[in-house]
């Protein structure tokens, strides 16, 4: 059973309905899936010749949250470690993530807990096997018809200001949605009645395109959009729970990577060498300035050098000097999504996170 866990915050509202329709759509997408891959499945017995030492790794997107696995790549950190990566999907979404997770068409997934917490309603075999990101790394970004004279007010004032405006989104079930929702339920306010979410998608050039035309008072955006506002003039961020805007959010486990017991029973060597390249990657960003922004301006190769001076050293401060999950992190990420009613109830962190497992992998070789 789960532990007791502490409410953060009051009951938030009840939820709308093209969120909960747009969440169980999503688990509805996966579990079907699951189910014609359990057919496949079943061979759990560890992998012979090449394909022991290869994986596929998926991803949602090229967002600054995966930026560790494209510094393990680069810098040959899989390779040293025999590995060797074949497909690398980017799906665009956590739900198309889980998803190729359970029919087998990746090994690995790059995602948020949201993603993870989800897959696990449907599949009790789900693992975070390494956090990427320890901060909620969405923003809210004022656009210049939220008053500057507020950036310094208290978060309460903040929030308030945010009342009767239009807020610029991914999409609906999305942390982008969940982050406005947990803020106004601090005031007693409401998603559905309160402010106009505008749907927006993943596109960060769309979203500050929107902010700029002033289709929306404010985003709700993944970093670096908040950056490439603040460096291009549109905008500025305003709400980062990242930089302890919001406390409770503090050192939550947001970006991750996660996988399956059967693809860890399948490939044991290779998740494990996949885990120790991760390390590698996480503690050359956390302690090379020089190197991370590089490697940052080589990841985001189209991104304006400014954002990049301005980003680098967030990443640094956000990025785990080692993949293993904290339990304290854990917990504040579980609370979270249970009160923005992303998901009902999170799985212990001793059900969902290996951490003994990892700490092994860790130490082989």
């Given at each position: 059973?789960?532990?007791?866990?502490?409410?953060?915050?009051?009951?938030?509202?009840?939820?709308?309905?093209p969120?909960?329709?747009?969440r169980?759509a999503?688990?509805?997408?996966i579990?079907?899936?699951?189910?014609?891959?359990c057919?496949?499945?079943?061979?759990?017995?560890?992998?012979?010749?090449?394909?022991?030492?290869t994986?596929?790794?998926?991803?949602?997107?090229?967002?600054?949250?995966?930026?560790?696995?494209?510094?393990?790549?680069?810098?040959?950190?899989?390779?040293?470690?025999?590995?060797?990566?074949?497909?690398?999907?980017?799906?665009?979404?956590?739900?198309?993530?889980?998803?190729?997770?359970?029919?087998?068409?990746?090994?690995?997934?790059?995602?948020?807990?949201?993603d993870?917490?989800n897959?696990?309603?449907?599949?009790?075999?789900?693992r975070?096997?390494?956090?990427?990101?320890?901060?909620?790394?969405?923003?809210?970004?004022?656009?210049?018809?939220?008053?500057?004279?507020?950036?310094?007010?208290?978060?309460?004032e903040?929030?308030?200001?945010?009342?009767?405006?239009?807020?610029?989104?991914?999409?609906?079930?999305?942390?982008?949605?969940?982050?406005?929702?947990?803020l106004?339920?601090?005031?007693?306010?409401?998603?559905?009645?309160?402010?106009t979410?505008?749907?927006?998608?993943?596109?960060?050039?769309?979203?500050v395109?929107?902010?700029?035309?002033?289709?929306v008072?404010a985003?709700?955006?993944?970093?670096?959009?908040?950056?490439?506002?603040?460096?291009?003039?549109?905008?500025?961020?305003?709400?980062?729970?990242?930089r302890?805007?919001?406390?409770?959010?503090a050192d939550?486990?947001?970006?991750?990577?996660?996988?399956?017991?059967?693809?860890?029973?399948?490939?044991?060597?290779?998740?494990?060498?996949?885990?120790?390249?991760?390390?590698?990657a996480?503690?050359?960003?956390?302690?090379d300035?020089?190197?991370?922004?590089?490697?940052?301006?080589?990841?985001?190769?189209?991104?304006n050098?400014?954002?990049?001076?301005?980003?680098?050293?967030?990443?640094?401060?956000?990025?785990?000097?080692?993949?293993?999950?904290?339990?304290?992190?854990?917990?504040?990420?579980?609370?979270?999504?249970?009160?923005?009613?992303?998901?009902?109830?999170?799985p212990?962190?001793?059900?969902?996170?290996?951490?003994?497992w990892?700490?092994?992998?860790?130490?082989?070789?």
């Amino acid at each position: 059973m789960n532990p007791t866990r502490v409410r953060l915050t009051r009951p938030l509202p009840t939820r709308s309905l093209p969120t909960r329709t747009a969440r169980l759509a999503a688990l509805l997408a996966i579990g079907l899936v699951a189910a014609a891959g359990c057919a496949n499945r079943g061979a759990t017995e560890p992998a012979t010749g090449a394909d022991a030492m290869t994986l596929d790794v998926g991803q949602i997107s090229d967002s600054v949250a995966f930026f560790p696995i494209f510094v393990a790549e680069d810098q040959g950190f899989f390779e040293d470690e025999g590995l060797t990566l074949a497909e690398r999907p980017r799906l665009g979404t956590g739900a198309k993530l889980a998803a190729a997770l359970e029919s087998d068409s990746i090994d690995i997934a790059g995602g948020v807990m949201t993603d993870a917490y989800n897959l696990y309603q449907i599949n009790d075999g789900a693992r975070v096997i390494g956090s990427l990101v320890n901060e909620y790394y969405v923003d809210i970004i004022a656009g210049e018809g939220i008053p500057e004279s507020l950036d310094d007010a208290p978060l309460d004032e903040k929030v308030g200001a945010l009342e009767g405006k239009a807020i610029g989104i991914t999409g609906p079930g999305s942390g982008t949605e969940a982050l406005v929702s947990y803020l106004l339920a601090q005031q007693d306010l409401d998603t559905a009645t309160d402010v106009t979410l505008v749907n927006l998608g993943a596109d960060p050039s769309a979203a500050v395109g929107a902010l700029k035309a002033g289709r929306v008072d404010a985003l709700s955006f993944f970093q670096p959009v908040g950056e490439q506002a603040e460096a291009t003039g549109v905008g500025r961020i305003f709400i980062s729970p990242a930089r302890g805007d919001v406390p409770e959010l503090a050192d939550a486990v947001h970006g991750a990577l996660f996988t399956t017991q059967e693809v860890m029973d399948h490939k044991p060597d290779a998740t494990a060498a996949f885990v120790r390249g991760i390390a590698r990657a996480e503690e050359l960003i956390s302690t090379d300035d020089a190197a991370a922004a590089e490697l940052l301006q080589k990841y985001q190769s189209t991104m304006n050098p400014d954002t990049v001076a301005l980003l680098a050293p967030v990443l640094q401060e956000e990025i785990p000097e080692s993949p293993v999950p904290t339990e304290s992190g854990y917990e504040t990420s579980a609370a979270f999504h249970q009160e923005s009613g992303l998901i009902p109830e999170p799985p212990s962190y001793a059900d969902l996170v290996p951490s003994a497992w990892i700490e092994s992998a860790l130490q082989e070789k």
